[in-house]
């Protein structure tokens, strides 16, 4: 059993380390999700053929690591806060 303490400090040791990681992986996650969007989509023009788009295999697995990755950063930096 490690002291309340001493878990405090390797907590506040670790988790600037852990926000970093987990802000890459976010980054990382997000950008690779980007598809070949339409310019005029961009703009306000209709673009019914993505309204109706189901995530499959790879990009299905890459689109919720990205919501778990994204709540551990949320996570981690309210504790950051707290701390």
């Known amino acids: ?3 309340f303490g001493l878990q405090m400090e390797l907590l506040t ?18 950008v690779l999700q980007q598809r070949g969007a339409n310019l005029g989509g961009a703009f306000g023009g209709d673009n019914f053929a993505s309204t109706f788009y189901k ?15 994204a709540i551990l950063f949320v996570v981690s ?7």
């Open 1 to 3: 059993m490690v002291p």
């Open 77 to 83: 930096a309210f504790l950051g806060f707290l701390i």
């Open 13 to 30: 040791a670790i988790l600037p380390y852990a926000e970093i990681t987990l802000s890459l992986l976010l980054i990382l996650g997000i």
């Open 55 to 69: 995530r499959r295999g790879a990009e299905k697995f890459l689109f919720n690591a990205t919501i778990v990755v």
